[in-house]
């Protein structure tokens, strides 16, 4: 594949992929000497990654989050407890003034599950973080699919697959009304004569009555500079796909060879166009981990030493729980049969689809490759610059979640060999563009546009 580098060369966007807790997409490595993830609970840790971030030209850091033990594995939370597998799992949402102070650019984008809260306290929570970031927060729809974070919320389970998509359809019907639709955009009219501050006239009851949420009143907040915040999601099953169309303006993806990759890609935006807004109406990011260092040679020795951190069996504690089928019970040395789920149809399409020119993969093969989140690329930053430019080529991803090895390690890495590169070869901005997040990603404007189905609801 040939090098593009001109200035019309397409752009590759960056997001960190990060979680407030210990372990991460590579259960193990918080015992790796130079890992910071230990730190977690500490908030110097987290202003000190986004200002790296932010002197990277980082789109944003995406915070991931669940809601319950991942027990699928050997049907209790002791293997998760013992590798750090997603427990300790702090709230995500909490990190994001603190980093929002200590910088002017970068996005947040905060996972948040439409199975755990009220809509109603949802909006005004994330109006509240769109005010102070000044128009930096997105938020990752998830419905959630672990059996346990529903059983502890007082669910006897969770929604079945399909139907946990139509409650968040819902959801955000509910905040789209508030979001958009309840205060007009000159209701506040700071009339000290009048002692007026917002006229009642301009600020609107929802009356939202659905299958799933009543929700009578007026948003609590008056209208942040998105308003809706920047909707990031991940669903990659049939139904996830249609959703993520309707809603998404930044989606994830995460298969684990490029094959797969390719063909989620045409899936989603082939969904998009559908849903009258166009192929390109939503930034899509693979997952990523990328080891990278000054020579090929030293990257290589990098990744010996630090993959050899990695936990096996909290792995697979996480591939259980997102696939919903106990792993502990399974043959490792062998492929995995596709098979229903009520949790994350793609992880088990992706554990049981991977193959290459040797055949298909052992279902160890596919599960270490799958926690990883994609391949990991691993070379000097010419060398990885290049491989991320045929990803693209390949699979017309806009860009990529950078899942990290060692924590702030990798992303260090990444700013001081990978972006100079990039930069180089005309795929990475070179300066700081301010703005909100959604101006920042699509150049127009900060508010939803027009064929987004939440503009439905302005006035
Ligand atoms: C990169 C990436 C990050 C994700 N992060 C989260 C997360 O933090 N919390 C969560 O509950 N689900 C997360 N998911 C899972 C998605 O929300 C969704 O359940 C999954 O992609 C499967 O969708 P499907 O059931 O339509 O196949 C993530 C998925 C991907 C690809």
Redesign the pocket.
């Known amino acids: 594949m040939p090098r593009a580098r001109s200035t019309q060369a397409r752009r590759i966007r960056f997001n960190a ?1 990060a979680v407030n807790g210990v372990g991460h997409q590579i259960p193990g490595l918080w015992r790796h000497p130079d890992d910071r993830s230990r730190d977690y609970t500490s908030l110097a840790h987290w202003t000190r990654l986004a200002r790296l971030l932010e002197d990277g030209l980082f789109d944003g850091i995406f915070l ?3 809601l319950g033990p991942y027990d699928v594995y050997g049907g209790s939370a002791d293997a998760a407890l013992r590798t750090a597998a997603k427990i300790p799992m702090n709230d995500p949402m909490m990190l994001v003034s603190a980093m929002a102070a200590v910088t002017e650019n970068l996005g947040f984008g905060v ?1 948040a ?1 439409t199975a755990a809260e009220h809509p109603y306290t949802f909006a005004r929570r994330m109006s509240t973080l769109d005010h102070l970031t000044g128009g930096r927060i997105g938020w ?1 729809v ?4 672990l059996k346990s974070a529903a059983q502890n919320l007082g669910a006897r389970d969770q929604l079945s ?1 399909d139907e946990r998509y139509d409650h968040a359809d819902e959801y955000l019907e509910v905040l789209y009304k508030l979001w958009e639709g309840s205060w007009e955009e000159d209701a506040v009219v700071l009339d000290a004569s009048r002692d007026t501050f917002a006229d009642p006239a301009k600020v609107h009851p929802i009356g939202h009555e659905g299958e799933y949420f009543t929700v009578p009143g007026v948003h609590l907040c008056e209208p942040s500079p998105q308003r809706t915040p920047v909707i990031y999601q ?4 049939e ?2 796909i249609r959703f993520a169309a309707a809603h998404a303006e930044a989606i ?3 298969a684990p060879t490029l094959t797969q990759t390719r063909e989620q890609v045409a899936r989603i935006r082939a969904g998009l166009e559908a849903a009258g807004r166009g192929r390109d109406a939503a930034r899509i990011y693979s ?1 990523l981990t990328v080891v990278v260092d000054a020579t090929d040679e030293s990257a290589a020795a990098k990744h010996r030493d630090v993959f050899s951190y990695a936990s096996e069996t909290g792995n697979l504690v996480l591939n259980s729980g997102w696939s919903g089928i106990d792993l502990s019970r399974r043959d490792l040395d062998a492929p995995l049969d596709p098979v229903e789920t009520n949790a ?3 992880t088990v399409s992706s554990l049981s689809g991977a193959a290459d020119a040797d055949g298909r993969w052992t279902l160890r093969d596919s599960a270490r490759i799958n926690a990883t ?1 994609g391949p990991v690329v691993v070379g000097s930053g010419e060398t990885v610059a290049d491989a991320l430019e045929r990803f693209v080529a390949e699979t017309d991803v806009d860009g990529f ?1 950078l899942a990290y090895a060692l924590n702030p390690g990798t992303w260090e890495d990444v700013v001081e060999h990978l972006v100079p590169v990039l930069q180089r070869r005309g795929r990475y901005p070179t300066e700081a563009e301010p703005g909100t997040l959604r101006a920042r990603m699509f150049g127009a404007g900060d508010r939803l546009p027009a064929a987004h189905p939440g503009a439905a609801y302005r006035r």
């Open positions: 992929f991931a989050d669940a996972t599950s990752n998830v419905t959630g699919y697959h991940a669903g990659a099953s139904r996830g994830f993806v995460a997952l994350i149809q793609t989140g979640n």
